[in-house]
Each structure stands twice: as structure tokens, then as C-alpha cells.
T-cell receptor, first 114, second 111 residues
Framework: DSGVTQTPKHLITATGQRVTLRCSPRSGDLSVYWYQQSLDQGLQFLIQYYNGEERAKGNILERFSAQQFPDLHSELNLSSLELGDSALYFC??????WGTGELFFGEGSRLTVL | ELKVEQNPLFLSMQEGKNYTIYCNYSTTSDRLYWYRQDPGKSLESLFVLLSNGAVKQEGRLMASLDTKARLSTLHITAAVHDLSATYFCAVFTSGTYKYIFGTGTRLKVLA
């Protein structure tokens, strides 16, 4: 158990819909990262927050947005869903934002868009 | 934009054999990480390499980092079936706050 909690674990929805994925980082970790892993694909970096502020952005679609709240949990919002958005979405956390430690990953949220 | 490439992408090996997975990256960095992922599961941290020449070992796995060559290796000694998984390297670049992951190497150890 990494200490990172993601909900929901599984989600099935239809095209055009909107979903919210939630992540609670490890106790004491200030950074939250979101990654997308499509079937048989590597991990694509989406976005990173540190102590409530956005620090880095990757190849995140405009239909996707995220935020980190004062209690440090984070949410990833996916809207106008398309079939290609079906993937495993991982949240990871770390103590800092300057790479001195590894990322700790949650179990992931598996999104299926029908 | 930082690129992280691993090779091979797929590796099928016999139990008891040795092999090396390579991780090349395109920009300067001295922070490299190795992870293991079992099918459908989360990623588990294996090694953290934070300086040139760093070498870490755990069981049958040994990782090293050469920042001048922008290369890290994950060496497998006397492979066993339990090592079957996908292995990812990840590179952190200062100033970008990003951990960029490699393409992954899917390892299958045959009994």
C-alpha cells in the first residue's frame, strides 16, 4: 500500500459525458501528479500540483482540467469524453516538487468510455 | 522536450539467464528512477538514482546511472519467473518539475 488513494477504481460512462477522478496523496506529500496510461502504452504525464498550485503541464487536453485543494487532495476532471479517453489514470504523490524522491502511485482509476 | 527511450521494448528470457535493460534520455538530468508494473496494477518504485555513477542493488536487480552518457541500465541476474513484469525508467528534469517515463520494457521470464 503506497498510501495514495484514488477513487473510483473503475468507471464506465458514455461519450460526451463528464467524470471526476479523485486522489488523496500520502500523508505529508505536497505534490500530486496525474498520468494517463492507455492500453499497452507508457505513462503520459498530464499535470502536476504542488501545495495547491499548478507547477507543470504535460500533454493534457483542453477538455481535461485538474486542481489541488487546501487539504491537498486533487481532482482530475474529464469532459466531453471520447472513446480514446478510455485509459488507466494514475495519481502519484511526492514530498517535494524538485525530484529528490520517487513518486508513490495510487492503484489507478480505470475509465471506460462506451 | 525530454525524450526517454528504453530498449528492448519486449524481452523474453529463460530462467537463470542474465540480461540488461537500457534507458536513454535526451537532456541533462541526474535524477533517474526505476519502477515495476505488474499487469493491470500500479507502479512500484524499485530504485532511486540521484547522481552520476550511482549504483543500487536489490536482490537480482541492479541499476546504474551514467549522466554523461545520459544512460541508465537495469541489470537482471539469474532471472526468475517472479521478475516477469513491465519495467519503466523515469527521468526528472529540474526546472520542469516533470517525471517523464520511458516507453517501458515488458519482461517475460520463461521457466
Amino acid at each position: 500500500d503506497s498510501g495514495v488513494t484514488q477513487t473510483p477504481k473503475h468507471l464506465i460512462t458514455a461519450t460526451g459525458q463528464r467524470v471526476t477522478l479523485r486522489c488523496s496523496p500520502r500523508s505529508g506529500d505536497l505534490s500530486v501528479y496525474w498520468y494517463q496510461q492507455s492500453l499497452d502504452q507508457g505513462l503520459q504525464f498530464l499535470i502536476q500540483y504542488y501545495n495547491g498550485e499548478e507547477r507543470a503541464k504535460g500533454n493534457i487536453l483542453e477538455r481535461f482540467s485538474a486542481q489541488q485543494f487546501p487539504d491537498l487532495h486533487s481532482e482530475l476532471n474529464l469532459s466531453s469524453l471520447e472513446l480514446g479517453d478510455s485509459a488507466l489514470y494514475f495519481c502519484a504523490s511526492s514530498r517535494t516538487s524538485w525530484g529528490t524522491g520517487e513518486l508513490f502511485f495510487g492503484e489507478g482509476s480505470r475509465l471506460t468510455v462506451l | 522536450e525530454l525524450k526517454v527511450e528504453q530498449n528492448p521494448l519486449f524481452l523474453s528470457m529463460q530462467e537463470g539467464k542474465n540480461y540488461t535493460i537500457y534507458c536513454n534520455y535526451s537532456t541533462t538530468s541526474d535524477r533517474l528512477y526505476w519502477y515495476r508494473q505488474d499487469p493491470g496494477k500500479s507502479l512500484e518504485s524499485l530504485f532511486v538514482l540521484l547522481s552520476n555513477g550511482a549504483v543500487k542493488q536489490e536482490g537480482r536487480l541492479m541499476a546504474s546511472l551514467d549522466t554523461k552518457a545520459r544512460l541508465s541500465t537495469l541489470h537482471i541476474t539469474a532471472a526468475v519467473h517472479d521478475l516477469s513484469a513491465t519495467y519503466f525508467c523515469a527521468v526528472f528534469t529540474s526546472g520542469t518539475y516533470k517525471y517523464i517515463f520511458g516507453t517501458g520494457t515488458r519482461l517475460k521470464v520463461l521457466a
